[in-house]
């Protein structure tokens, strides 16, 4: 049973690009939550997806958006990338949206230069 | 708001010590509770979770938690810590919304373990 998957691993990118991650999750689950983890800090919480529609949203600028596809697997896109956008990002996916547990993925690091 | 303190960044214990990291949340009611662990570059694995019921929590790698609702506490315990257990300890807290949905995921800074040998 695979576990959440995401691509890549690492990602080196300059000011202004733009960045697309993907992430794939756990066999049987349908909702998908990214979160982005700073150096030394917790998971922030970016948004989360289900049934294709984004349902909860934290406090990150319109730069960041997302999408689901109908196999559940989802995408976080970043546009005109910072260099405080450098993080390690974070996929969860779980099943429902009552009593869930997220299970996380290996991540993601973004480098911004 | 919603908000997680965890008041320790950094603990060392020898190994085969006792261990207790300690969580505090703010929440207007019980909200669902979790402990996660990182090892360095790594993502997220869940060690144990609260949702109801009783209050002391089993989870993997003989790690339990015991959720004390006058102190809004959900502190992490382990008899006896192996070196394996060195890593990031976060705690989490999801809302109960009206209608029953969850909400998501709001983490502390988390905990850094190391342990001597």
């Known amino acids: 049973d695979a576990g959440v998957t995401q691509s890549p691993t690492h990602l080196i990118k300059t000011r202004g690009q733009q960045v697309t991650l993907r992430c794939s999750p756990k066999?049987?689950?349908?909702?998908v939550s990214w979160y982005q983890q700073a150096l030394g800090q917790g998971p922030q919480f970016i948004f989360q997806y289900y049934e294709e529609e984004e349902r909860q949203r934290g406090n990150f600028p319109d730069r960041f958006s997302g999408h689901q596809f109908p196999n559940y697997s989802s995408e976080l896109n970043v546009n005109a990338l910072l260099l405080g956008d450098s993080a390690l990002y974070l996929c969860a996916s779980s099943k429902g949206l009552v009593k869930t547990t997220q299970y996380f993925g290996p991540g993601t690091r973004l480098t911004v230069l | 708001a919603q908000s997680v303190t965890q008041p320790d960044i950094h603990i060392t214990v020898s190994e085969g010590a006792s261990l207790e990291l300690r969580c505090n949340y703010s929440?207007?009611?019980?909200?669902?509770l979790f402990w996660y662990v990182q090892s360095p570059g790594q993502g997220l694995q869940l060690l144990l979770k609260y949702f109801s019921g009783d209050t002391l929590v089993q989870g993997i790698k003989g790690f339990e938690a015991e959720f004390k609702r006058s102190q809004s506490s959900f502190n992490l315990r382990k008899p006896s810590v192996h070196w394996s257990d060195a890593a990031e300890y976060f705690c989490?807290?999801?809302?109960?919304?009206?209608?029953?949905?969850?909400?998501?995921?709001?983490f502390g800074k988390g905990t850094k373990l190391s342990v001597k040998p």
């Open positions: 066999s049987g689950h349908d909702t």
């Open positions: 929440y207007g009611a019980t909200p669902y």
């Open positions: 989490a807290v999801a809302s109960r919304n009206y209608g029953g949905s969850q909400g998501n995921l709001i």
